[in-house]
Nanobody, 126 residues
Framework: QVQLVESGGGLVQPGGSLRLSCAAS????????MGWFRQAPGKEREFVAA????????YYADSVKGRFTISWDNAKNAVYLQMNSLKPGDTAVYYC???????????????????WGKGTLVTVSS
């Protein structure tokens, strides 16, 4: 069992940056894919970004490509999401998730994910 805890959310102005962190309760040795999803008020949860265990492969939703960067620090059992040039449309609860399988050939599907965090709220507003 892997427990995931997100942090780093908050209120930021449009154009600003935030870095989300996802800490795991233990080593990721059974995990091959990590991802970030988000759920905006009144909308379904959607895929944001994914990364392979090695960090060599990443995949991004078109809506965040070029603005968000996902990274994985195995030594710290942590995954990060650097978010730049934030827009009001990025406002959502952001969730970290882990999968034992390798799913970097396209957007992650929720059904692939074995473990989920409880989320951290990001609000982009002036």
């Amino acid at each position: 069992q892997v427990q995931l805890v997100e942090s780093g959310g908050g209120l930021v102005q449009p154009g600003g940056s935030l870095r989300l962190s996802c800490a795991a309760s233990r080593s990721f040795f059974t995990v091959n894919t990590m991802g970030w999803f988000r759920q905006a008020p009144g909308k379904e949860r959607e895929f944001v970004a994914a990364i392979s265990w090695s960090g060599g492969s990443t995949y991004y939703a078109d809506s965040v490509k070029g603005r968000f960067t996902i990274s994985w620090d195995n030594a710290k059992n942590a995954v990060y999401l650097q978010m730049n040039s934030l827009k009001p449309g990025d406002t959502a609860v952001y969730y970290c998730a882990a999968a034992s399988g390798y799913y970097l050939d396209g957007p992650l599907e929720e059904i692939y994910m074995d473990y989920w965090g409880k989320g951290t709220l990001v609000t982009v507003s002036s």
